[in-house]
């Protein structure tokens, strides 16, 4: 069976792979979803984004949200008030992935029964 030029990689030119990896890796981290998941209804300030993700640390927000300004998919706005306020929101670009994400975390929202039935039949069998 001929399976050359099969599915989206081959359309990926050899020297290209590592990095669409690396942003595969990126956009599809539980944190990187989340937080593109709850920026869609707007900006949101650094404690707010941390309580719409339940879970996350100090240091992983931090993290996540530095990688994904690095990736033109957030931005960051720090407002020179007193105290400071500093914003978090979706780059159009970030924007564009937000429909994939939320189809995702939607879906395993959907299913996650059925997969933790799965696992605990083939973790016993």
Known sequence: MDTEGRGPCAAIPADQMD???????????????LVIAVLDAGPLRYTDLQ????????????LTVRQLQQDGL?????????PPRVEYALTPMGRSLHRIVTSLVTWVADHHGQIREHRARTATG
Do not use: H, N
């Open 19 to 33: 990095f669409v990896r690396q942003i595969l890796d990126r956009i599809g981290d539980k944190w990187s979803m």
């Open 51 to 62: 309580r719409e993700v339940p879970g996350i640390s100090q240091r992983m927000l931090t």
């Open 74 to 82: 957030v931005t960051r706005t720090a407002y020179a008030e007193v």
